[in-house]
DNA sequence: CAGTGAGCGAGCTTCCGCTTGACTT
């Protein structure tokens, strides 16, 4: 018999709760939803009101079997999921999954894991607010509708397989118009002029002409009349101005800063944060909320007070001004803030120093700076410099924290200035003009589409990894680096009487994983933007969040909501299922000057091709990699087909070039050699550096083989340490074996052990692989 | 992984948000 039964939404959150509530109190975790619309089905009952058709998660069916037993023999039964929607409807699931009374049970929320708070939350009960729950079915019914009518339309008109969704079919979207400003964006030349000036007393003084000149000219005119200037200034100008604090962290913003300042992904980041969490370290890492209990605030200021100084002390509360947030939990910050540091691997002591010095600093005074322009004027000219300096009068905050921009640029050099005054003359060292060229609006990191995306209202802190994650599985976006282009860039130097010229190399359209749009990307969000107009719509999310919260106000039924926006919908589902057209993303290219034939690009069985002609003498090739059909030219269509390319014969067998799926490559009597990046041009290369580049591959693999049995099982040394290859399968070694010693008959024993293995667990690869063998059993 | 791009038809795919593990090539 137990007297009291708390259930909440997660374990390690449920330990603690245990903790501070003792004895009487059992206190259980849901791990999340236990309850969902059917996986198969659509799962919502159009003909009957939307009925929602819920099934226990195969994956909660012990939970919810241990759940029931203990509130059988409970005597109140406590609900203390989250209070958000999703915590609502989870508490009013539990209720119904284990057939609770109303008399015995208890609704009870707190924002912070507090002993306080939970004392408080336990005297002040309520019962299931209905309304709420309703606006999570609305949500819940309204992203299956979504998802679950839609992607089939995808399946039929594009390729199958494909998904659509409220928060993924935008997130896509967003990268995919960012793609086409970037190639609609004309880039401009223009020079930019610092000088270095001196003092009466050889100190010496940065400053920057404000004006940019369009072209050389322009700008070797200016040097001119710098060479017979004189240099005064003109006013010095000091402000004195103060630097906020950034506010604690949510989800979003740790997923930014860990990404600008760790390298971080954002996945890692919450994989990361969630063994931090396990451990006790910080508080739930899954929150759009800035705020932070009392207790924390009044330990960080004892902390800050004590180690820093009270002047370095400035408590405060940030109110969270995201759109659509929830604000079930506190920010995210350090359980104890008189732990500056804590044990665990690299990644752990990084990001809990990181989440630590956040916090800290969000309860620190604000720094004061000392802004100083500088404007220095030609006696002969009437474009002026300006030189600037900021000076730190008081440290603040930044002390120990300064928060990052995507957009940070490491040449502002503004540090101190010289003392000034107003006609003061300056002697010129030297005059600089340099190249550049404007740059195009920047691709998305994963973290920055996190921002944009929660700036937009789509997606949750709990989906915002798994998201980004998705549409790279489906093979709308992918993550890249691509290493740019060098260019020269000219300067000219005025130094006395002398302007100098030279040439200096520097790398463009370097980047560095950024999320592209592929040509299923685009092809989709073509498709989806043309019928599906207002799902696409970036406001679609947060009119919708309008009327949940209408719902959750009791001003409005779910199914009224539900209603509104279904009929329209599923009638354009329907049209656009009878009346579309397949959509391959055909562009015509234009004519093949050698036999006059049609060149296009269209997304094919196997992803994006070109193609030549039509009909009986029709010729493919695939694109490569980095190509899209949106911008490709018809020279680049027509240079896939030069290949494969026959060099020659090498051993009596041919030696060709081609271009596959990873690059370029040799192929030579069935074995395949990559051709060395930076170095070999698959339309150049010869057969001698062919030959060379097969004979150092023969060399590696040779180097590769540890023992080779006769029955054709191999060890490999592969780029996670050995492994056995056998029937084109690889098998892991395990941990207690050393590779070298390793019998025949063991590596068998493993095989035979990983095989089975393989079978019941990981699902996707074996469904994978049965599709394939069905397409080779129907070519046959 | 190194090429492919036909057509038929069965059977499958798919959403967003809550939670953790159990996966490792």
Redesign the pocket.
Known sequence: MIENLVIV?????AKTIEKFLGKGYTVK?S????R??E?????VDIEHNFQPQYEI?T?KKAIVKELKALAKEAKTVWLAS?E????EA?AWHLFEVLKLKPENTKRIVFHEITKDAILYAIEHPRSIDKNLVDAQQA??VL??L???????VL?KKVK??????????V?VKLIVEREREINAFKEQQYYRVCGLFETADKAQVKAEVQERFATKEKTLDYLEACKAATFTVRSVETKPTTRKPAPPFTTSTLQQEASRKLGFSVSQTM?VA?KL??HGYIT?M?TDSVNLSDLAIQTAKAVICETLGAKYSKPRNFATKTKGA?E??EAIRPTYMNKPAIDGDRNEIQLYELIYKRTLASQMAEAELERTNVVIGLSNHNTSFLATGEVIKFDGFLKVYMESHDDETDDEDSGLLPALAQGDLLNRRSITATEQYTLHPPRYTEASLVKKMENLG??????YA??IT?IQ??GYISKESREGTARNIEQFELKGNEINSTISKKIFGAEKKKLFPSDMGMVVTDFLSEHFTNIMDYNF?AEAEESLDHIAEGSIQWQKMIGEFYNPFHETVESTLKNSERNSGQRMLGNDPVSGETVSVR???????AQIGEGENVR???LQKGQLMETITLEEALALFKF?RKLGQFEDKEVSI????????I?HN?A???LKKGEDDPGTITLETAIRRIEEKREIDRNKQIRVFDSGIQILN?R??P?ISYNKA???IPKTCKAEELTEEKCLEIIEK?GT??K???KTAT?KKT?TT?KKG??K
């Open positions: 939404e997660s374990p390690a959150k975790s791990f999340g939803h236990i969902d619309l996986k198969k089905d659509l799962g998660s994956d989250d958000d929607r999703e915590g989870i949500r819940r992203d299956r979504v998802g679950f009518e839609v992607s089939p399946w199958p397989s494909l998904s659509a969704g409220r928060v993924q079919s997130a994989s969630q969490y396990e739930y899954r929830q079930a939990h789509i997606g949750r802190p709990s989906t798994p998201t998705t599985n489906r999310t997304i094919g069985r196997f992803g994006p091709m493919y090739a695939g494969p081609g271009i596959g799926r990873f690059g370029p490559y192929k069935n395949f050699v990559s592969g996670f340490g492994y690889n098998y892991k990983e293995k393989k019941t667990t990981t469904t599709s069905k129907n070519k």
